[in-house]
T-cell receptor
Framework: DGGITQSPKYLFRKEGQNVTLSCEQN?????MYWYRQDPGQGLRLIYY???????QKGDIAEGYSVSREKKESFPLTVTSAQKNPTAFYLC???????????FGPGTRLLVL | GENVEQHPSTLSVQEGDSAVIKCTYS??????FPWYKQELGKRPQLIID?????GEKKDQRIAVTLNKTAKHFSLHITETQPEDSAVYFC??????????FGTGTSLTVIP
């Protein structure tokens, strides 16, 4: 899992602002995922992508957008439509055909 | 969809004792069950996993058991050490893109 990086480690968002969280992997994994983690809750899936230029909504996609222009990169944008964005965001990746997911170090998003 | 419940939410044990965390799932099609350990502010790390064609799997002090009939699986940690203190998550999956996580168990090992 050391081949997955996320930046920044902390991110502050002002009201009405869109912010983008970066996720990069050099593991040659086909699939990439974004999860949101809130205190006392499990990880919830926001978006996932199994192949370049294709992605699917997860359980809580509203207020978020993603792109997958390169195999190595899967950025997540938290839009102003997401009214409660404060959370710990985790990116993960996996090899096609396997379920094992490896996580990045996470980005903590805070609202000013 | 799948629903994964995890108990207990917090667990304290004396160093050297065993710890057991239990998860139940609702979808009989789920066939892959990983366990993750997450230390404070860090990424979840896979510690052990089991597939539905196996009833038990062991890796040193960690073991996982699966009861497909009852739809539950458990994590067993023996001879606990202070460095085992963390939050543990279970998950159930029937496809690579469909992971359902439990709400986590905060384990504290008291020296």
């Amino acid at each position: 899992d050391g081949g997955i990086t996320q930046s920044p480690k902390y991110l502050f968002r002002k009201e009405g602002q869109n912010v983008t969280l970066s996720c990069e992997q050099n593991l040659n994994h086909d699939a990439m995922y974004w999860y949101r983690q809130d205190p006392g809750q499990g990880l919830r899936l926001i978006y996932y992508s199994q192949i370049v230029n294709d992605f699917q909504k997860g359980d809580i996609a509203e207020g978020y957008s993603v792109s997958r222009e390169k195999k190595e990169s899967f950025p997540l944008t938290v839009t102003s439509a997401q009214k409660n964005p404060t959370a710990f965001y985790l990116c993960a990746s996996s090899t096609q055909g396997t379920e094992t997911q490896y996580f990045g170090p996470g980005t903590r998003l805070l609202v000013l | 969809g799948e629903n994964v419940e995890q108990h207990p939410s917090t667990l304290s044990v004396q160093e050297g004792d065993s710890a057991v965390i239990k998860c139940t799932y609702s979808d009989s099609a789920s066939n892959y069950f990983p366990w993750y350990k997450q230390e404070l502010g860090k990424r979840p790390q896979l510690i052990i996993d089991i597939r539905s064609n196996v009833g038990e799997k062991k890796d040193q002090r960690i073991a996982v058991t699966l009861n497909k009939t009852a739809k539950h699986f458990s994590l067993h940690i023996t001879e606990t050490q202070p460095e085992d203190s963390a939050v543990y998550f279970c998950a159930a999956s029937n496809a690579p893109s469909e992971f359902y996580f439990g709400t986590g168990t905060s384990l504290t090992v008291i020296p």
